[in-house]
């Protein structure tokens, strides 16, 4: 057994990527579309928490909140302004877009924020003590929210009137409209929620990491993989297989080191070749 | 209550509706039957606004409708359940008969709905938490109805309910439209099965190839020597 402080870096880390795969899923869920530069979302999420909590001293959750939204809101931007118009040409174009969208969006932090890397300092500093466990309050509040957003993100996706019609929009727009679903209002939601949960990450994340404009890529891959893990197109999937990648990633760091990388993605073949569906996939018909 | 004057509807540069007239009254039950492919779901089509008519014009109570989208369409009362009954595969019954509520903002109607609907066909009230596509073809056209009472309509359009269906359960779902219809719901029914809709409804239109030939009442059309032959096998 590991001790316990590995635990809780798996935790820690699970909790990031299953909140960046979450998003992703959502988005792919409802409409179709792999967004690839939801990493640079969260980078560029990054930088919004590094200016306003660490350099203007913005309240901590203030800026937790405003980066959520304005990541939120850039989703709008993207889908409305490109992924909509060429929704009607195909598969192809929405990921040329977002693949696209990735240099653009490195082009534009490094030429307005720099290459250097930058440090967040701790949100809640100081650590706790859980019976012989001494943990970084850091670390808690990270977990704390993660796991608040992923049970809010649930009850938004199956409780609410909300959830309801993107979930009828997603399985069959036409007839969803024909009840009064207006398919432009869903997939506005759907990509405002998707990305603000790339924002919520970047700001819990931004803390305990360094902030840079290259810091999208490893998340995205790490989200993809636990996506494809969990099954394609399932938040639950998408939750399995993002505490899987986090958990055997840090055990595997803490067992093996530098081969670590390679020991996960062996895991993620393996995984896939017990059950190319994904853990919670169906197995096509 | 709902009048079509002229409409035209093309795909790509065919004409697949070649300028037809219809009405329907307050209350009363309309039947369009017509073959594969005369056009019948294009005009349901264009009545809920899915699609735009290339050229004329829809009226519902006085207020031209023709352009509109489909939510202001359906929030003005006409509600149109699909052809294949299209219920959404992955929802639970309960939350399919939701969705048909989806405009409603009244609760306590949706209330009252609720039960109407549980009244006319039990057996979707066992069925509550199950996924649509688990529900039989039967059953599936029923929460396709239903899901259609939900929005509180004043005017059913219903696309070939028979599809599918074994005589039993047509006559079933038969049954049901006429109650729905004796309550005060006005239909228009567009059916394949033309025995079954002439039975039911007042009024009919035949639709072939985009145009309607003929018109009248049912009696009328029961008694017409080229339906007879065609459509009723007689
Ligand atoms: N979206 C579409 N694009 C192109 N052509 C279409 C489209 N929808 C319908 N058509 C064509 O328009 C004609 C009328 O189709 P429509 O579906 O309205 O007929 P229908 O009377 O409902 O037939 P059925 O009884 O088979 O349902 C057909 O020739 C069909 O191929
Ligand atoms: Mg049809």
Same mark, same amino acid.
């Given at each position: 057994?590991?001790?316990?402080?590995?635990?809780?870096?798996?935790?820690?880390?699970?909790?990031?990527y299953?909140l960046?795969?979450?998003?992703?899923?959502?988005v792919?869920?409802?409409?179709g579309?792999?967004?690839?530069?939801?990493g640079?979302?969260?980078?560029?999420?990054?930088?919004?928490?590094?200016?306003?909590?660490?350099?203007?001293?913005?309240?901590?959750f203030?800026?937790?909140?405003?980066?959520?939204?304005?990541?939120?809101?850039?989703?709008i931007?993207?889908?409305?302004?490109?992924?909509?118009?060429?929704?009607?040409?195909?598969?192809?174009?929405?990921?040329v877009?977002?693949l696209?969208?990735?240099f653009?969006?490195?082009?534009?932090?490094?030429?307005?924020?720099?290459?250097?890397k930058?440090?967040v300092?701790?949100?809640?500093?100081?650590?706790?003590?859980?019976?012989?466990?001494?943990?970084?309050?850091?670390?808690l509040?990270?977990?704390?929210?993660?796991?608040?957003?992923?049970?809010?993100?649930?009850?938004?996706?199956?409780h609410?009137?909300?959830?309801?019609?993107?979930?009828?929009?997603a399985?069959?727009?036409?007839t969803?409209?024909?009840y009064?679903?207006?398919?432009?209002?869903?997939?506005?939601q759907?990509?405002f929620?998707?990305?603000?949960?790339?924002?919520i990450?970047?700001?819990?994340?931004?803390p305990?990491?360094?902030?840079?404009p290259?810091?999208?890529?490893?998340?995205?891959?790490?989200?993809?993989?636990?996506?494809?893990?969990?099954?394609?197109?399932s938040?639950?999937?998408?939750v399995?297989?993002?505490?899987?990648?986090?958990?055997?990633g840090?055990?595997?760091?803490?067992?093996?080191?530098?081969?670590?990388?390679?020991?996960?993605?062996?895991?993620?073949?393996?995984v896939?070749?017990l059950?190319?569906?994904?853990i919670?996939?169906?197995?096509?018909? | 209550?709902?009048?079509?004057?002229?409409?035209?509807?093309?795909?790509?540069k065919?004409?697949?509706?070649?300028g037809?007239?219809?009405?329907?009254?307050?209350?009363?039950?309309?039947?369009?039957?017509?073959?594969?492919?005369?056009?019948?779901?294009?005009v349901?089509?264009?009545?809920?606004?899915?699609i735009?008519?290339?050229?004329?014009?829809?009226?519902?109570?006085?207020?031209?409708?023709?352009?509109?989208a489909?939510?202001?369409?359906?929030?003005?009362?006409?509600?149109?359940v699909?052809?294949? @009954?299209?219920i959404?595969p992955? %929802?639970? +019954?309960?939350? =399919?008969?939701? &969705? /048909?509520?989806? *405009?409603?903002?009244?609760?306590?109607k949706v209330?009252?709905?609720?039960?109407?609907?549980f009244?006319?066909?039990?057996?979707l009230?066992?069925r509550?938490?199950?996924?649509?596509?688990?529900?039989?073809?039967?059953?599936?056209?029923?929460?396709?109805?239903g899901?259609?009472?939900?929005?509180?309509?004043?005017?059913?359009?219903?696309?070939?309910?028979?599809?599918?269906?074994?005589?039993?359960?047509?006559?079933?779902?038969?049954?049901?439209?006429?109650v729905?219809? @004796?309550?005060?719901?006005?239909? %228009?029914? +567009?059916?394949? =099965?033309?025995? &079954? /809709?002439?039975? *039911?409804?007042?009024?009919?239109?035949?639709?072939?190839?985009g145009?309607?030939?003929?018109?009248?009442?049912?009696?009328?059309l029961?008694k017409?020597?080229?339906?007879?032959?065609a459509?009723?096998?007689?």
């Amino acid at each position: 057994m590991p001790p316990v402080a590995v635990w809780m870096d798996g935790l820690l880390l699970s909790s990031i990527y299953i909140l960046i795969a979450s998003g992703l899923v959502l988005v792919f869920s409802i409409m179709g579309i792999v967004n690839f530069a939801h990493g640079q979302l969260y980078m560029l999420g990054a930088f919004l928490i590094y200016y306003m909590f660490a350099r203007a001293g913005i309240n901590y959750f203030v800026s937790l909140i405003i980066t959520a939204v304005a990541i939120g809101l850039l989703g709008i931007a993207i889908e409305r302004g490109l992924l909509r118009p060429l929704a009607p040409n195909g598969l192809l174009p929405p990921v040329v877009v977002t693949l696209g969208l990735i240099f653009l969006f490195e082009g534009i932090a490094t030429l307005f924020f720099g290459p250097a890397k930058k440090a967040v300092p701790s949100a809640v500093p100081g650590v706790s003590s859980i019976g012989a466990l001494t943990v970084s309050n850091e670390k808690l509040v990270v977990v704390a929210i993660a796991v608040a957003v992923m049970i809010g993100l649930y009850f938004l996706v199956s409780h609410t009137r909300m959830g309801l019609a993107m979930r009828a929009s997603a399985q069959d727009p036409y007839t969803a409209s024909l009840y009064g679903v207006r398919r432009g209002r869903t997939l506005s939601q759907t990509m405002f929620i998707g990305c603000a949960l790339a924002g919520i990450a970047a700001s819990l994340m931004a803390p305990l990491y360094f902030v840079d404009p290259w810091i999208g890529l490893t998340p995205l891959i790490m989200a993809l993989l636990a996506i494809v893990i969990g099954g394609l197109g399932s938040v639950l999937g998408a939750v399995v297989g993002g505490a899987l990648l986090g958990f055997s990633g840090t055990f595997l760091i803490y067992y093996l080191g530098p081969w670590s990388e390679l020991t996960a993605f062996l895991i993620v073949i393996a995984v896939l070749l017990l059950r190319p569906e994904g853990i919670f996939g169906r197995p096509r018909a | 209550m709902l009048l079509l004057k002229s409409i035209r509807v093309h795909y790509n540069k065919r004409e697949a509706v070649k300028g037809i007239s219809l009405e329907v009254g307050e209350g009363d039950f309309v039947v369009v039957i017509g073959p594969n492919g005369a056009g019948k779901t294009s005009v349901l089509n264009v009545i809920s606004g899915v699609i735009n008519p290339s050229e004329g014009e829809v009226w519902f109570r006085s207020e031209r409708i023709d352009r509109l989208a489909p939510e202001k369409i359906a929030a003005r009362g006409i509600i149109h359940v699909p052809e294949g @009954r299209r219920i959404f595969p992955k %929802l639970t +019954v309960m939350e =399919n008969l939701q &969705m /048909g509520a989806y *405009l409603q903002k009244d609760k306590t109607k949706v209330e009252r709905e609720l039960e109407r609907i549980f009244h006319l066909f039990p057996i979707l009230k066992e069925r509550t938490r199950q996924r649509g596509e688990s529900l039989s073809g039967g059953e599936q056209q029923m929460l396709a109805i239903g899901r259609g009472l939900m929005a509180g309509p004043a005017l059913l359009l219903i696309d070939e309910p028979s599809l599918g269906l074994s005589p039993l359960v047509t006559q079933h779902v038969a049954e049901q439209m006429t109650v729905i219809n @004796r309550e005060g719901i006005a239909i %228009l029914l +567009v059916e394949q =099965n033309a025995r &079954m /809709g002439l039975k *039911l409804a007042n009024r009919g239109y035949v639709l072939t190839n985009g145009d309607l030939v003929l018109e009248g009442t049912t009696a009328e059309l029961v008694k017409n020597e080229e339906i007879r032959k065609a459509y009723l096998g007689l």
